[in-house]
C-alpha cells in the first residue's frame, strides 16, 4: 500500500514539473521585446523556431489604443527575430486619420525605453512603457473602413500621390497631388 502511494506521489510530482505550454507572448519575450506589441487573449498561432516566421489567428479583427490606434486583422504573420518584427503583415497605425500598415516592428536598444514602428513612410517612435501588458481588443466590423486598418485610406494616399520620375530633375523623384 505504500508503495502504491508513494508511486502516485512521485507521478503528481513529475506532472507537476512539466513545463506550460509557450504563449506567443513567450516568444516575444525571449526575442527581447514587449508583450503588450499583440492584443490580449491571444491563444490560437505557430511560430517556426529555425526562421522565426509566425503567424496568429484572431477570432475578429480589432484596435488597441496606445498613444495611437492599433488595428488587428484577422491573420497576423512576421518574421521573429532578437530585438524585431520584420515582414510584418495584419497590423496597422492611425495617423491623424490615416491608416498605415506596420511593416516591421523593432527595439534597438532596450533601456532607451524606445520602440519603433515602420509604416512605411517613416518610423513611428512610441515609448516602450505603453507596450508593457497586452491591451485590450475592442472588436470591428471587418467590412468598415472607417474603424479598422483596412489599407483603403493608405491606398487613397498613395493614389492621390502621383509619384513621377521629373524629367530633367537630375532622377529626383517628385510627388504631384
Known sequence: MIHQILWVLLLVGF???EA???TIYDHLKSQGLPI???PKGITEY???PTSG??????TQPCNARFENQFHYDFNISGHLSYGKIGELSGVSQQELFLWFPVKGIRVDVPSSGLIYF??????KKLSLSLFE???DCTAVDPDDDHHHGGDSSYDSLSQSMNLQHGNGQGGKLRADS
Do not use: E, H
Not at 516566421?53 to 484572431?58: A, D, E, S, V, Y
Not at 515602420?118 to 518610423?123: E, F, K, L, N
Open 20 to 22: 506550460a505550454p509557450l
Open 118 to 123: 515602420d509604416v512605411g513612410v517613416a518610423d
Open 133 to 135: 501588458n497586452p491591451r
Open 15 to 17: 506532472s507537476m514539473t
Open 36 to 38: 503588450g506589441i499583440l
Open 53 to 58: 516566421l509566425f503567424r496568429i489567428n484572431l
Open 46 to 48: 505557430s511560430v517556426d
